[in-house]
Nanobody
Framework: HVQLVESGGGSVQAGGSLRLSCVAS???????MGWFRRLPGQEREGVAA???????NYADSVKGRFTISRDGAKNIIALQMDSLKPEDTATYYC??????????????????WGQGTQVTVS
């Protein structure tokens, strides 16, 4: 049974940085993993994803500001968020899947989800 635990959310001023981490347990081979966010009053949207082989994908809104990375071949990923804007304020979720091997930003491609961590940019 795969479980995901996020950490690293918080509050920051515009222009600042935060780093989110996600640890997946219950599966040893590199999984397809991603970060999604739900802005207030909106649907959850894909932010960044990383395939088991390290290929990455980013939403246009965060390209050049956010970086997704994996700790070697482990199912531990991070999202480095720089130049944060108030519109990045959201609950951020880590997601993982065992079937797809593409770094998808589509919510329905992922089966396992973390509990979410709040990021507030003022």
């Amino acid at each position: 049974h795969v479980q995901l635990v996020e950490s690293g959310g918080g509050s920051v001023q515009a222009g600042g940085s935060l780093r989110l981490s996600c640890v997946a347990s219950g599966y040893t081979l590199p999984m397809n993993m991603g970060w999604f966010r739900r802005l207030p009053g909106q649907e959850r949207e894909g932010v960044a994803a990383i395939a088991g082989d390290g290929r990455t994908n980013y939403a246009d809104s965060v390209k050049g500001r956010f970086t997704i990375s994996r700790d070697g071949a482990k199912n531990i990923i991070a999202l480095q968020m720089d130049s944060l804007k108030p519109e990045d304020t959201a609950t951020y979720y880590c997601a993982a899947d065992l079937v797809t091997d593409e770094p998808s930003l589509v919510e329905t491609e992922y089966y396992y989800w973390g509990q979410g961590t709040q990021v507030t940019v003022s």
